[in-house]
C-alpha cells in the first residue's frame, strides 16, 4: 500500500475517531448510569461504549464501504486478511465510569493483520495521537520520538492487570519483583494510551498480558513508528509470554526483557 493511500486512512481515522469522542464525552452523564459487565464484575461496559461503537462502524460504512470492522462491542469479521478496521470505542472504561479523565477512542487500519494507519483521541483533553506504517507517529501533529533512556534503573515503566483476580494476583507477583529495579512503575488503566505515552517518551517502556487486538492496534504502531521496540502478542511466546505486548525505548528495551523474563513474566 502506498503512503498515500496510507495517509487517507490516517484521516479517516482521525475524522471518525474524534467524533466518537465527542460522543463519548457528551455522553458520559446518562452513560454511566446504564452499566454492564463482560467478563467479571470488574470488566464493565457502557452505553457509550456501544454508543460510539455503532458510531464508528456507521461512519465508516459511508466513508470506506465494504470494508469490515473488528470491534470490542460488537465483534465483526474473523478475517485479518485484506484491509480490516479496528475499534475500542472507549479504552479505559474504568476510568470513564470513575470520571478519570485518562481514557480514548482508538481506531486503527489493519493490513493483513498489521497495522497501516491509526488514531487515539482523548475525549478530555483532545489530544489526537496518529500514526503511519512506514510514516512516523504524531500528537497533534508534532513528530513523536521514543524516550532515550539507557539505563533500566532509570527508566519509567507502566503495566496493566487482567479483570481476572486470580491472573491479576499473579501479574502483581511478578511486578513486584520488576519494580525494584527501576525508576517507578505506573498503572493507568488505558493500553492505547500507555503505548501512545511510550512514543512521546513518557514512559519508556510498557508490559501488559491480555490484550486485545483492539487495545493495541493504533497505540502500538504510534509506538513503533515513534522508534520503540515493539513486541505484540504471539512474538515472543518462550520469553515475554504469548500474550504479551511490549513497548521500550530502543535503549533499555533488552535490558527490560531480560528483567521481566528472570521475573516470570510469562507464567502470568
Same mark, same amino acid.
Given at each position: 500500500?502506498?503512503?498515500?493511500?496510507?495517509?487517507?486512512?490516517?484521516?479517516?481515522?482521525?475524522?471518525?475517531?474524534?467524533?466518537?469522542?465527542?460522543?463519548?464525552?457528551?455522553?458520559?452523564?446518562?452513560?454511566?448510569?446504564?452499566?454492564?459487565?463482560?467478563?467479571?464484575?470488574?470488566?464493565?461496559?457502557?452505553?457509550?461504549?456501544?454508543?460510539?461503537?455503532?458510531?464508528?462502524?456507521?461512519?465508516?460504512?459511508?466513508? /470506506?464501504? $465494504?470494508?469490515?470492522? @473488528?470491534?470490542?462491542? +460488537?465483534?465483526?469479521?474473523?478475517? %485479518? #486478511? &485484506?484491509? !480490516?478496521?479496528?475499534?475500542?470505542?472507549?479504552?479505559?472504561?474504568?476510568?470513564?465510569?470513575?470520571?478519570?479523565?485518562?481514557?480514548?477512542?482508538?481506531?486503527?487500519?489493519?493490513?493483513?493483520?498489521?497495522?497501516?494507519?491509526?488514531?487515539?483521541?482523548?475525549?478530555?483533553?483532545?489530544?489526537?495521537?496518529?500514526?503511519?506504517?512506514?510514516?512516523?507517529?504524531?500528537?497533534?501533529?508534532?513528530?513523536?520520538?521514543?524516550?532515550?533512556?539507557?539505563?533500566?534503573?532509570?527508566?519509567?515503566?507502566?503495566?496493566?492487570?487482567?479483570?481476572?483476580?486470580?491472573?491479576?494476583?499473579?501479574?502483581?507477583?511478578?511486578?513486584?519483583?520488576?519494580?525494584?529495579?527501576?525508576?517507578?512503575?505506573? /498503572?493507568? $488503566?488505558?493500553?492505547? @494510551?500507555?503505548?501512545? +505515552?511510550?512514543?512521546?517518551?513518557? %514512559? #519508556? &517502556?510498557? !508490559?501488559?498480558?491480555?490484550?486485545?487486538?483492539?487495545?493495541?492496534?493504533?497505540?502500538?504502531?504510534?509506538?513503533?513508528?515513534?522508534?520503540?521496540?515493539?513486541?505484540?502478542?504471539?512474538?515472543?511466546?518462550?520469553?515475554?509470554?504469548?500474550?504479551?505486548?511490549?513497548?521500550?525505548?530502543?535503549?533499555?528495551?533488552?535490558?527490560?526483557?531480560?528483567?521481566?523474563?528472570?521475573?516470570?513474566?510469562?507464567?502470568?
Amino acid at each position: 500500500m502506498v503512503v498515500a493511500q496510507t495517509e487517507a486512512l490516517v484521516e479517516v481515522a482521525v475524522q471518525v475517531a474524534a467524533e466518537a469522542a465527542e460522543l463519548v464525552l457528551a455522553t458520559r452523564g446518562n452513560a454511566v448510569t446504564q452499566v454492564d459487565t463482560k467478563s467479571s464484575e470488574t470488566d464493565v461496559v457502557t452505553a457509550a461504549d456501544r454508543a460510539a461503537e455503532q458510531l464508528v462502524r456507521d461512519r465508516l460504512a459511508q466513508l /470506506r464501504p $465494504g470494508e469490515p470492522v @473488528l470491534g470490542e462491542e +460488537a465483534g465483526g469479521t474473523q478475517r %485479518l #486478511d &485484506g484491509l !480490516v478496521w479496528v475499534v475500542d470505542p472507549i479504552d479505559g472504561t474504568v476510568n470513564y465510569l470513575y470520571g478519570l479523565p485518562w481514557y480514548a477512542v482508538s481506531l486503527a487500519a489493519q493490513l493483513d493483520g498489521v497495522s497501516v494507519a491509526g488514531a487515539v483521541v482523548e475525549p478530555v483533553s483532545g489530544r489526537v495521537w496518529t500514526g503511519l506504517r512506514g510514516g512516523g507517529a504524531w500528537l497533534d501533529g508534532r513528530p513523536l520520538r521514543a524516550s532515550a533512556a539507557q539505563r533500566l534503573d532509570l527508566s519509567l515503566l507502566a503495566t496493566g492487570f487482567a479483570y481476572a483476580t486470580e491472573r491479576r494476583q499473579r501479574q502483581a507477583e511478578v511486578m513486584g519483583r520488576v519494580v525494584g529495579q527501576v525508576r517507578d512503575l505506573r /498503572r493507568n $488503566g488505558a493500553a492505547s @494510551l500507555e503505548l501512545c +505515552a511510550v512514543a512521546a517518551g513518557w %514512559l #519508556d &517502556g510498557y !508490559v501488559e498480558h491480555g490484550l486485545n487486538r483492539w487495545d493495541w492496534a493504533a497505540g502500538a504502531l504510534i509506538a513503533e513508528e515513534a522508534g520503540a521496540v515493539v513486541r505484540l502478542p504471539g512474538s515472543d511466546p518462550e520469553g515475554l509470554g504469548a500474550e504479551a505486548t511490549f513497548a521500550a525505548a530502543p535503549g533499555i528495551a533488552e535490558q527490560l526483557r531480560a528483567v521481566l523474563v528472570e521475573a516470570g513474566i510469562n507464567q502470568v
